[in-house]
C-alpha cells in the first residue's frame, strides 16, 4: 500500500497543507483511536505538544476525533516527546499522540504516536490507522452515551522531570556546574531548566521564550552557534541545545567545540561497558555515524551494528539484539534501561554525570576518537531513478572498490524531499571529496 499520510516519522507537513489540515487531523484521531479500541475497558489516549501556534488548531481536532470514537482524551500541553512516551506507560493508556515537527520551523507541524507500550508504532499499525483515514465506517463510531471525554492534566509536567532526575545515579549532583542549556523554544522550555537546577547545576537558559512562532528560530540543535558563544562567554562547564520537541541535542564544550551524537554515544557505551550495565556488547546505531566510533568501540572489543536511518529502525534493533544504547549521529540517543524513544534531556543527565564524577572537563571527556573525514552533500532530482541508472551504477561501483576497507560510501534518497544524499568517508580527506564529487556529477548528468 502506498502511503499517502504516514512519513518516516509520523504525519508531518505544511500547516493547512496537505496532511497537515484541521479535518485531517480530525480523522486521524478518529482512525486511530478505531485501531486501538480493544476490549471493554475504559480507553485513555494523552495528547502532547510544542509550542507552535498550530498546535492550538491540532489538539482539538484530534481531540475530537478521539472523543468521537470513544476514547477518554487527557491533554498534557507543551512537553517534550518523550514525556509524551513516558506518560503513556504511567498513565496505562492505549495511545499516545505528539503534536510537533520536531527541528522543523513553525510553519510546518507533525502527528507522532506511541502505542501502549511507549514504542512509536509499527509500519503495520501505521497502514492500519491510514487506511481508515478517507474511508472511515461511520457505524463504527461510538453511539452517544459511549463518547470519550476530555479533560487537561496539570501535574504532567512535574512527573516527568521526576523520571528525568530519576536517571541520574543515587548520591549524584552537578553542584559547581555551570551550563547551558538551549531550549530551541520549544517543548523542554520549562522542564529541561528546571531539572538541571533541581539536580545541583547553576543553569543559564536559552531558548525559553516561545510565542507560537520562533522554535527553531536561530536557535536549539540546528543553530547552536549563539549556544557555544554563550558557553565560551560565561565560561560554563557544558552547553546543551535541544530541539523543537526535545528527542535529540547537540552539546558543546567549555572551549564551545560542538559534541555531536556519535561522541556522545562512545562516552555513554564506553563508560557503561566499564560500569558493568552495557547490554549488547555495543552500540545501534546508523549508516551515517563516522568510522572513527566503530575504531574507537572495536578496540574495547564492542560492537558496532549499524541501520538505515531513522532513530524508529535504531529501536527495533535494539530490542532485537537486547541493547541499551543505540542513537544517531544528529544527536538522538536512546537509553532503553530509561526511554523508548530519543530524549535529549536524559542523554545530557548521563553526560552530565560522567563529567562530574571523572572530574574532567567537557572537551576531554567527550574528545572519545578522532572522527575520520566525512563528506555528505545533497543532489536534488525532478524524476525518474538515478540510482538504477547505468552509468550512475559504474561510477558508485568503482568508488565502493577504492574505498573497499579503507572507508565507506553511503548513497540513500531523502525521506522528505527529492533529494540524494551522498556521503563518503575514509582516511585521506581529499580522496574523499574527489569520490563525492565523481558520485554527483554521474547523478546530476542523469537528472540534467
Keep these: 500500500m502506498n502511503r499517502k499520510y504516514f512519513g518516516t516519522d509520523g504525519i508531518r507537513g505544511r500547516v493547512n497543507r496537505g496532511a497537515m489540515t484541521p479535518d485531517v487531523a480530525m480523522r486521524v484521531g478518529l482512525a486511530a483511536g478505531r485501531a486501538f479500541i480493544r476490549g471493554d475497558h475504559v480507553h485513555r489516549v494523552v495528547i502532547g505538544k510544542d509550542t507552535r ?175 557555544c558563544s554563550f558557553v565560551v562567554e560565561h565560561g560554563a562547564d557544558l552547553g546543551i541545545a535541544l530541539d523543537g520537541d526535545a528527542d535529540r541535542l547537540i552539546l558543546c564544550d567549555e572551549n564551545g567545540k560542538i559534541i555531536d551524537g556519535d561522541q556522545i554515544m562512545a562516552l555513554i557505551t564506553r563508560n557503561w561497558a566499564k560500569r558493568g550495565i552495557l547490554r549488547g556488547g555495543g552500540l545501534v546505531t546508523t549508516v551515517m555515524s563516522n568510522l572513527g566510533l566503530e575504531r574507537c568501540l572495536a578496540k574495547d572489543g564492542l560492537s558496532l551494528v549499524r541501520t538505515k536511518v531513522g532513530d524508529r529502525y535504531v529501536v527495533e534493533r535494539m530490542r532485537e539484539g537486547g541493547f541499551n544504547v543505540g542513537g544517531e549521529q544528529s544527536g538522538h540517543i536512546v537509553l532503553s534501561d530509561f526511554t523508548t524513544t530519543g530524549d535529549g534531556l536524559v542523554s545530557a543527565l548521563q553526560v552530565l554525570t560522567e563529567i562530574q564524577e571523572s572530574g574532567e572537563h567537557a572537551s576531554v571527556a567527550c574528545a572519545q576518537f578522532e572522527p575520520v573525514p566525512q563528506l555528505l552533500q545533497n543532489v536534488r532530482f525532478s524524476g525518474g531513478t538515478p540510482l538504477e541508472d547505468a552509468a550512475v551504477q559504474q561510477v558508485i561501483a568503482a568508488a565502493e572498490t577504492e574505498l573497499k576497507g579503507i572507508g565507506r560510501l553511503v548513497i540513500r534518497k531523502s525521506g522528505t524531499e527529492p533529494l540524494i544524499r551522498v556521503m563518503a568517508e575514509g582516511d585521506d580527506a581529499g580522496q574523499i571529496k574527489n569520490i563525492v564529487d565523481r558520485v554527483m556529477m554521474a547523478i546530476e548528468a542523469y537528472t540534467h
Design 53 to 227: 501556534r498550530s498546535g492550538y488548531m491540532y489538539e482539538p481536532a484530534l481531540a475530537a476525533g478521539f472523543v468521537a470514537s470513544g476514547m477518554d482524551v487527557i491533554m498534557v500541553g507543551p512537553m517534550p516527546t518523550p514525556a509524551i512516551a513516558m506518560l503513556v506507560k504511567s498513565l496505562r493508556a492505549d495511545l499516545g499522540v505528539m503534536i510537533s515537527a520536531s527541528h522543523n520551523p513553525h510553519y510546518d507541524n507533525g502527528i507522532k504516536f506511541f502505542g501502549p507500550d511507549g514504542y512509536k508504532l509499527s509500519d503495520r499499525k501505521e497502514l492500519e490507522i491510514e487506511s481508515m483515514i478517507d474511508d472511515m465506517d461511520l457505524s463504527s463510531l461510538a453511539d452517544a452515551g459511549g463518547l470519550g471525554s476530555a479533560q487537561r492534566m496539570e501535574d504532567a509536567r512535574g512527573r516527568y522531570v521526576e523520571f528525568a532526575k530519576s536517571t541520574v545515579p543515587a548520591g549524584v549532583t552537578f553542584d559547581g556546574l555551570k551550563v547551558v542549556v538551549d531550549c530551541a523554544n520549544g517543548a523542554g522550555y520549562k522542564v529541561a531548566p528546571t531539572v538541571l537546577w533541581e539536580l545541583g547545576a547553576e543553569v543559564m537558559a536559552m531558548g525559553v521564550s516561545p510565542d507560537g512562532f520562533n522554535i527553531n528560530e536561530q536557535c536549539g540543535s540546528t543553530h547552536p552557534e549563539e549556544m
